[in-house]
């Protein structure tokens, strides 16, 4: 199995595709200061790495949710609260019909916990309201959105069981700490023949199924189906209407700095992964 061409660094075009917004708006975003400018390749353009496509996605999501862009700018200081701007949002959202109920409570559990996971999907935010604060990682939080962004809500709450395991089981948050560690050693300097390579896959695989064990050892497995289910005879909601993309179609815009041995070992532990599920 051979992905596509991952890139470490992506044009304003594709980082636009990605997001879901366009070309201009990400240019008014840097002239009002809101998004940093980035590096620009020897054609003196634009290139946008992952965190500025993380940058970009909260934005989006923020502004989805009817915060002001000079509000939003404020959510990227440490040291400055938005907590006036939040009540001023939730005290409008209110006036207006059930259809805004959606982003008040956005905008609510932001509040409450600290963090955007409100941002997502009620589907996902629901999934992994039972941790306790500060259980999940910000960068759990990022892959998350990520992942909505792929594959919508249900992808991203089946995500969303993989954290709340490892988040409550220490030995196996661990495992994947050390794994991505010597994942992301497989740097430029190692050859994707290495034998590290294939190693590593092969604990990722292993690490995986232990995963999968416990999400059913959990229940968290048919919970989801019953949610699933749930949510499909719901009502359609204005945010469940935004179009996703293929996987194969994001790994072309979505830039990650990996190494082409690291690639491999992802593509390795994928395929150990499918055959062992089969098996």
């Not at 008014?28 to 353009?45: F, M, N, S």
């Not at 009620?122 to 962004?149: F, H, W």
């Amino acid at each position: 199995m051979h992905l596509p061409v991952i890139p470490r660094r992506v044009k304003i075009g594709d980082a636009a595709a990605f997001a879901g917004t366009t070309p201009r708006a990400i240019r008014h975003y840097h002239a009002i200061g809101l998004l940093p400018e980035p590096e620009r390749g020897a054609d003196d353009r634009r290139r946008y790495g992952y965190d500025d496509m993380i940058r970009l996605l909260w934005i989006r999501k923020m502004a989805d949710v009817g915060i002001a862009l000079e509000d939003i700018r404020a959510t990227f200081e440490p040291t400055t609260g938005i907590e006036q701007s939040l009540a001023r949002l939730e005290e409008s959202l209110a006036a207006q019909a059930a259809v805004i109920e959606r982003r008040r409570a956005a905008v609510r559990n932001w509040r409450e916990t600290g963090n955007p996971l409100g941002l997502l999907s009620p589907l996902v935010t629901g999934r992994v309201r039972q941790l306790p604060l500060g259980a999940l990682r910000r960068s759990d939080l990022d892959t998350l959105l990520v992942t909505e962004r792929v594959l919508g809500p249900l992808g991203a709450a089946v995500q969303a069981d993989r954290f709340i395991v490892l988040a409550t089981h220490p030995d196996l948050r661990a495992e994947d700490d050390r794994l991505t560690e010597a994942e992301t050693a497989l740097d430029d300097g190692v050859d994707p023949d290495d034998p590290r390579v294939e190693e590593i896959a092969e604990q990722w695989c292993a690490h995986e199924l232990a995963v999968e064990s416990a999400i059913e050892e959990a229940g968290l497995d048919e919970s989801l189906d019953e949610l699933a289910a749930h949510q499909h005879d719901q009502p359609a909601g204005p945010e469940d209407g935004e179009a996703t993309m293929s996987a194969l179609r994001a790994i072309g815009k979505m830039p990650y700095d990996a190494s082409p041995a690291r690639v491999r070992c992802m593509e390795r532990a994928v395929e150990l992964l499918n055959e062992a599920l089969r098996a």
